[in-house]
């Protein structure tokens, strides 16, 4: 399933709306941590059919980033039926993101 990126415009219709799983994961450009975790996310939107996966820029997004209280990057928080689950901060191996999203 391919990554969807994510927006206030259309983050009601993906996340809020959506009635399933979503991975959001929250990150920027500039943040290490970020880019060693942005090829696991990719692995799992691979593999993972149920589960839809969504990325969000902090830069580009911050009113999203603030609406969910993301204080530190790389962060990913699971949503069910449109509500928040789980959560991770900072960099987790794949089998942890598949982990969290159970």
Not at 1 to 21: C, D, P, R
């Amino acid at each position: 399933m391919a990554v969807i990126e994510l927006t206030t415009e259309n983050f009601e219709t993906e996340v809020s709306a959506y009635q399933g799983k979503v991975l959001v994961d929250f990150w920027a450009s500039w943040c290490p941590p970020c880019k060693m975790l942005a090829p696991v996310v990719d692995e799992v939107a691979e593999e993972v059919q149920d589960v839809k996966i969504c990325k969000i820029n902090v830069d580009e997004q911050q009113a999203l980033a603030m609406q969910f209280k993301v204080a530190s990057i790389p962060t990913l928080i699971v949503f069910q039926d449109g509500e928040e689950v789980n959560r991770s901060l900072g960099f987790i191996p794949k089998a942890a993101v598949l982990e969290l999203i159970q």
